[in-house]
């Protein structure tokens, strides 16, 4: 076998932690490698080029299923078959990404009227919690509230 490196050497090259090596060998994402005598991991410069393109799927925010497959076309697909694949696993991403940033969105918008109100609330000595919570509990509860029965009315 050619010119080989370690595990620590194909992290190096490729941009991924060796967890992450490990992880993605072991769920199936990366097909397995050959090994040693003593059982070390050996990765050539091709394992190092697939290592490279899960890193970039990764760093796209794809899901480990989604790489999987990604990778197996890369090694045994055409250039029609990775783009088809492409478009479908960015389009999945995409609507996830859309869908997160509402949520942020939403999530902000609350924080900031629980701000608005919490920052008004002239605080005293009085405990937060009990039957009669202090207004600062109750602003959030009721924000929380009303956030539930708007999120019920979009679904």
Do not use: W
């Amino acid at each position: 076998m050619g010119d080989t490196m370690t595990i620590k050497g194909a992290a190096d090259a490729s941009g991924l932690s060796t967890d992450t090596i490990r992880y993605y060998e072991r769920t199936g994402v990366l097909p397995p490698v050959s090994r040693t005598m003593n059982g070390y991991r050996r990765y050539t410069d091709p394992h190092i080029e697939t290592l490279r393109f899960a890193r970039s799927l990764r760093d796209l925010g794809l899901p480990v299923g989604q790489m999987a497959n990604l990778i197996r076309v890369f090694h045994d697909g055409t250039c029609r078959d990775m783009r088809d694949a492409l478009v479908a696993c960015a389009h999945e991403a995409l609507a996830r990404v859309v869908t997160q940033r509402q949520d942020l969105e939403r999530a902000e918008r609350q924080l900031r009227a629980v701000l608005d109100k919490v920052e008004s609330i002239a605080a005293n000595g009085q405990p937060s919690s009990g039957l009669s919570p202090c207004a600062c509990v109750v602003a959030v509860e009721h924000k929380a509230a009303c956030s539930a029965r708007q999120s019920r009315r979009t679904q």
